[in-house]
C-alpha cells in the first residue's frame, strides 16, 4: 500500500499523473506494480505516492528534470506508456510541477 | 466523484497535499465536503483532483501564489485545518508546486 513519500527539502520536482481507467484488468495491475518497483531504481527517483478512487492520481517526486526526461525514455516505461494509451487509460492528465515549499505533521 | 480537472495552460500552481487518516469519521466526510465547495469559490480556483486508497491525495490548482495564500487565509478554513491537525490526520504532507508543463489523453 501506498505511503506518504518522505521526500527531501524542496526544490524537486513532481509529476502529477491523473487518469481514467478503462474497464477490465487487462494486465494493467501487473505492470503498474513493476512500473514503480522499476522507476524506484532510477537515478534521482525520490519517492511516489498513489490512490484510486474512481479517479486515480500518482504523484511521482524527482530531483531534477533531467531525472524525469530519463525515466521517460526508459524503454521498458516507453512499452507501458504505450499500452497506456492504447489500452488502459480512457484520459489522463500529466502535469511537471516544481516544488516549491513543503509542510507535514 | 473526483474528475480530472480541466486546468487552463501552464503555468499555475498545485497543492498536492497527502494523508493518512485516523479512525471513524468524526465529522472529516462532512467538512471535506463542504471544504471542496468553499475552495471552488475562491478567486484563482483552477480545480481540485482527489481520491483515497489508504493514502489519501488530494491535488488542488491555483493561479498563483496568492490564491494559494489567500485560501489558506480563510477563516472558514482555518477551523478545518485546526481540527485536521488534532483529530482527522495522523500524519500528512503538503507540497505547493509550480506546473511547468502538462498533457493528456
Redesign the interface.
Known sequence: ?????N?PK?PY??V?F???RTEGDNGYGAMAEKMVELASKQPGFLGI?????????T?SYWRDLEAIKAWKANSAHQVARKKG?EEW?S???????????????
Chains 1, 2 share one sequence.
Not at 500500500?1 to 513519500?5: H, R
Not at 505516492?49 to 492520481?57: F, L, N, T
Not at 510541477?97 to 509542510?103: F, L
Open positions: 500500500m501506498s505511503e506518504i513519500a521526500t524542496p520536482y513532481a502529477i491523473t487518469s481514467e505516492e498513489s490512490a484510486r478512487e474512481g479517479v486515480g492520481i504523484v494509451r487509460y484520459s489522463f492528465r500529466l502535469r511537471i510541477a516544481k516544488v516549491e515549499r513543503d509542510y507535514g505533521l
